[in-house]
């Protein structure tokens, strides 16, 4: 069993959708939960930056994490066709070390 | 401020050559990572560095990777021999690390070199 699932997609909606990106783990001792957003051809970019449980929002992006289950999320509200990417999740227990999820391909369609 | 800046870009070599990846990261950053990402799957880390010591190497397959930082700044990473499955991007990472901020540790990701074995 990975540490880290994550729907690999592709995943396609129209623009104005709301979309749901998820990623389950199986290592309890994971404590910072990021998403990070990959366009093809480029690096990583952080996108959000969760500790513990809870919910956290920046504009149309929410994150949540869900440590009981062992469950994050990230939504997206009003897709743009700007927002096509890849989605990664992260998961890290300490000293910076990243286990990333396979990634999930999304595109908004105009 | 500059990014992560790496070259080359692309890279095509025949199985068993070597070949050499090059990064310079963020000024006064002082951790430095590579990445392995096979196409369809997330980065996984290969070898961490902080200034010019090695924090974690428990996933480059030493018998062939082999990375340096020398002077804590820029940083090589080499494959001798190459593999059909070394084909990936290969991506170098770097963090600020000092400041007791969460944002000092958020890592920043270069372009990627883009590697092909034939």
């Known amino acids: 069993q990975k540490e880290v699932e994550q729907d690999p997609g592709p995943l396609s909606v129209p623009e104005g959708a709301i979309v749901s990106l998820n990623c389950t783990y199986s290592n309890s001792a994971f404590q910072y939960f990021m998403w990070y957003r990959q366009y093809s051809r480029k690096g990583p970019e952080l996108l959000m930056y969760t500790y513990s449980s809870g919910n956290k929002e920046d504009g149309r992006f929410t994150a949540q994490v869900d440590k009981s289950s062992k469950y994050i999320s990230l939504f997206i509200r009003d897709s743009q066709p700007s927002d096509s990417a890849t989605y990664l999740c992260a998961m890290e227990e300490g000293a910076q070390k990243l286990v990333f999820g396979q990634g999930t391909r999304l595109t908004i369609n105009p | 401020e500059a990014g992560v800046a790496q070259s080359p870009r692309y890279k095509i070599i025949e199985k068993r050559q070597s070949v050499a990846f090059w990064c310079n990261p963020i000024s006064g950053h002082a951790t430095l990572y590579w990445y392995q990402q096979i196409l369809g799957q997330g980065p996984k880390l290969l070898i961490q560095?902080?200034?010019?010591?090695?924090?974690?190497d428990s996933q480059l397959p030493k018998d062939r990777f082999s990375a340096e930082r020398l002077k804590g700044v820029d940083s090589t990473l080499k494959i001798q021999p190459a593999k059909l499955e070394d084909s990936a991007v290969y991506l170098c990472a770097s963090s600020l690390d000092w400041g007791g901020q969460v944002t000092s540790y958020e890592q920043y990701f270069g372009p990627g070199t883009r590697l092909t074995v034939t």
């Open positions: 560095f902080q200034n010019n010591g090695v924090v974690d």
